[in-house]
């Protein structure tokens, strides 16, 4: 349990650290879901909830977990972890971890600052429940798709020089993005029925409403990383042989 720990603190460390193999693209796609907010604001005059940025930046981050979150995606440190001890789904495991340890704060700073910010502090509950509930469902899904089409990354340069490896590679960087598109109203469907996102107000019924939104997204994140443990499990050895 302490090597695990320490290695949860290890790997947060070297997240800050270059060459910032997934922070790098978290922070393009937070950047993206701050122009979409922005976008609609000022050109569609649309009310301004400071908890749907928490909300657009989770549903960029399920492209960004399953696009980076790769357990293949930094070779070198796949195969440190590795050498010490750690099986392929420890290691998603410490990386989901690492992942919610930073995701969430922000998404919480995000939320309240904005109601502060916009004098709504009576819609935090809500605009809280918006910002951080989505994260479940997209570290599940994200397990799968990480553990299904891991890939390894490589130096631009040398990638160019592997040709047969491009285009597979573009294929597995591309499809968790065209996947989110579909997979959005599944993952958030409890927030569409309720009319969370939509709330101006403190509904009588956000009590119920929390509880379904809460039970849905633990029961996303258990199904994806079940089925993704269960996956590498019976290919323990797919992510040490990757090639490309």
Wanted: hydrophobic content about 50%.
């Amino acid at each position: 349990m302490n090597s695990f720990l320490s290695q949860i603190k290890s790997e947060l460390i070297y997240s800050f650290k270059p060459p910032f193999w997934w922070l790098s693209t978290l922070f393009a796609n937070f950047s993206l879901a701050v122009l979409v907010i922005l976008y609609s604001f000022f050109f569609h005059h649309h009310y301004i909830r400071p908890g749907l940025i928490g909300l657009i930046m989770s549903t960029w981050l399920l492209a960004d977990v399953t696009a980076t979150n790769q357990l293949g995606a930094d070779p070198n440190r796949f195969v440190l972890m590795r050498k010490n001890g750690f099986s392929a789904i420890q290691i998603l495991t410490i990386r989901n971890i690492m992942l919610v340890i930073i995701i969430l704060p922000i998404s919480v700073v995000f939320a309240v600052v904005g109601d502060s910010l916009a004098h709504t502090n009576k819609l935090l509950p809500v605009d809280l429940t918006i910002a951080v509930i989505p994260i479940g469902p997209w570290i599940g899904f994200g397990n799968l798709i990480s553990a299904l089409l891991p890939y390894k990354q490589m130096i631009f340069k040398e990638r160019i020089k592997r040709k047969s490896s491009i285009i597979p590679w573009i294929a597995k960087m591309s499809l968790p993005y065209i996947a989110s598109t579909f997979t959005v109203p599944f993952c958030l469907w409890p927030l569409y029925v309720t009319k969370l996102y939509r709330n101006h107000h403190l509904s009588y019924h956000f009590g119920e409403e929390f509880i379904l939104v809460v039970c849905w997204s633990i029961f996303v994140l258990s199904l994806g990383t079940f089925l993704a443990h269960e996956y590498l499990l019976l290919r323990p050895n797919k992510i040490d042989n990757l090639t490309e």
